[in-house]
C-alpha cells in the first residue's frame, strides 16, 4: 500500500503522488482551488549527488565580507 493510499484512508481531504516537475507544477494550482481538510502529496524524486556551491570557509574572507555588508571597514 502506497503512502497516497494510507493517508486518503486516513481521511485526508487530498491526496496526489507527483513524479515530475510538471505535476508538481500542475499540483500546485490544484492546491488552490482544494478546500477543507488536511492534503497530503508524495513527492518521489531521482536518487542521485546534485551540484553543491558551498561558502568559502576562509575565516578572514567571511569576517571581512560580513564587516563589509554592515558597512564597517574591513581590515
Known amino acids: 500500500m ?7 484512508a486516513a481521511g485526508f481531504a ?3 503522488e507527483l513524479r515530475t516537475l ?4 500542475a499540483y500546485r494550482a490544484d492546491l488552490a482551488r482544494i ?3 488536511p492534503r497530503f502529496a508524495t513527492v518521489r ?9 558551498l561558502p ?3 575565516g578572514v574572507f567571511l569576517k571581512n565580507r560580513f ?3 554592515l558597512g564597517l571597514p574591513v581590515n
Open 2 to 8: 502506497t503512502e497516497a493510499r494510507v493517508a486518503q
Open 56 to 58: 568559502p570557509r576562509d
Open 67 to 69: 564587516r563589509q555588508a
Open 14 to 16: 487530498a491526496v496526489a
Open 45 to 53: 524524486i531521482a536518487p542521485g549527488e546534485v551540484p553543491r556551491a
Open 22 to 25: 510538471a505535476e508538481a507544477r
Open 35 to 37: 478546500t477543507g481538510g
